[in-house]
């Protein structure tokens, strides 16, 4: 039986630069392990929005062990992780895709 995770992660995950050790912190984010300061940049909840920066204690709510939420970027801070969206917003400008982060980066995964 597979354990349930919670959180899955975007096969070109993007990484702040203050991050170390990037498999064993997305092991504690998958297993739900709090760590104080890492902020996640996840695939919005509702549809009107396109990203989302929360903390990773966010995720220990039981309601991502039926739900894992889909993670796109990791950071060491919440200002590192606004550095990651402009990023991921400037390379979607580059590619055409302006105002559209979300397809931007589900068209890459592809």
């Given at each position: 039986m597979k354990k349930k995770s919670y959180c899955r992660f975007y096969k070109e995950l993007y990484w702040g630069d203050s991050v170390k050790k990037?498999?064993?912190?997305?092991?504690?984010?998958?297993?739900?392990?709090?760590?104080?300061?890492?902020?996640?940049?996840?695939?919005?909840?509702?549809?009107?929005?396109?990203?989302?920066?929360?903390?990773?204690?966010?995720?220990?709510?039981?309601?991502?062990?039926?739900?894992?939420?889909?993670?796109y970027g990791i950071a060491g801070s919440y200002m590192e992780a606004l550095d990651?969206?402009?990023?991921?917003?400037?390379e979607a400008i580059v590619?055409?895709?302006?105002g559209r982060v979300k397809e931007y980066l589900d068209f890459l995964s592809e």
């Open positions: 990037h498999s064993l912190v997305k092991w504690r984010l998958r297993n739900g392990r709090i760590q104080p300061t890492i902020f996640c940049i996840q695939k919005a909840m509702t549809d009107s929005d396109q990203l989302d920066i929360i903390h990773c204690a966010f995720l220990k709510q039981p309601f991502f062990l039926e739900n894992p939420a889909f993670i990651l969206l402009v990023k991921i917003s400037d590619a055409g895709y302006e």
